[in-house]
């Protein structure tokens, strides 16, 4: 391909640079206040310094990240948080794995997301959410975001482990992964010396990641002696075979793939319930029709994978918590030769980053965008500009996992409001923080058991 010439319209710096740590300390002061200033200079790209020597250019306008992800994709590495994550966790994925690596992956993992084995995971998903909700007491004060972390860690360990790990075991993975989990969103943004540090936090987080490692390994290796099938997706995943060499995955490589869908996975999927959860305590009327919805469509009998695409309403709640509070916010990809992006060319080994979280609330792209409104989703209402919601990224590197963590969300959801109410404590806002991900701030909530729902008809609010 031939480059047009440099546009003569230079790419603006941010401001407020610091000598050594460039904006590094602003994106840990405030991090999600900081890339909504950069939002608001209206500027398609700007640039930013998050490590020295390096040149990071924030992504703004969606025509421009929908390049990016999709003509550009193929063309483009992962970037540095994706390097940094396969590091920290001691090898690449599906997730972490860029070119024919990435590709490669994603074929052998493909078939545990398949149509067939998301229908049979709702039975997995529905009865470990009902586990949970019973273990709740009336009047307990919940810390709805841990609960949620606990629910989907639960829920990716007996999809993943279901049948090749005793109980013990099963338990001290469940503790270690959520070690994993916490440690490495914040060890990602540090410089690479950070984790080097001989700190007691450090020596956790490897004794953690290791001990995961070597209980994968067993299982797999277990599993292999006794040739025995399980049905859970560690199975299968021993039933894939490297495209490159015909053979089957290795342990390490099975591990590296679980422990990244742990950390990808979980950690969103949290959130995201959390954010549901509170927007239905803060909003009577759409609590009202997700119930009704649910009274109609299931009739009194527990959730099934067959009843997912009738709940509509409760599908655009979801879409709406997915928009408002996306848990994203630094994407990146890099440039591996010199790269045209808009009207600008991109040197080669220029960090590309994009924000999810400031993206679906631009007022520019999303009216009212702090408004929580499942109506804006309706079939008939003006759809946001292509690029400008990307829930699960766009392209060849589009969250292999979509599929499962919707299903997760919907299943979860409308297995939890049948049987409690979570009410708000006192005059309580929760605002977005970033970790790991964007995650909900303190969040806590009263247990209330939920009466019969009548069976009726209620027609949308706002309709």
Known sequence: MTLAAPSPTPIPRAAGSFPLLGHSPHLARDTLAFLASLRDTGEPLIEITLQPGTRTLVVQDPAL?????????????????????????GGDSVVTAAGRAHVRKRRQLQPAFAHTEIARYVDIMRTTTDGATTAWQPGQELDVRDAMVQLSLDILAKTVFGGSIEDTAFRELRRDLSVVMNGVGARVMLPDWAERLPLPVNRRFNRARDAVRARVSAAVSDLQASGHDSGDMLS?????????TGRPLSGHEISSEILTLAVAGTETTASVLSWILYELARSPEV????????????AGRPIAFEDLPRLEYLDRVVTEALRLHHTGYLVTRRTTTATRLGRWTIPADTELAYCQHALHRDPRLHPDPLRFDPDRWLDDAQPPPTGAFLPFGAGKHQCIGDRYARTE?????????RTVRLELTGDQVVKPVARATVRPGTLQMVVRRREAVPHQETASPGA
């Open 65 to 89: 990240i929908q390049e990016m992800l999709t003509t550009l994709g193929p063309s483009l590495d992962k970037g540095r948080f994706f390097e940094k994550m396969g590091h920290l966790l």
């Open 236 to 244: 299968m995943l021993l039933r894939a075979r490297n495209a490159d």
């Open 287 to 298: 609590e009202a029709h997700v119930l009704a919805e649910l009274d109609t469509v299931l």
């Open 409 to 417: 969300l919907l299943t979860a959801i409308a297995t939890i409001v």
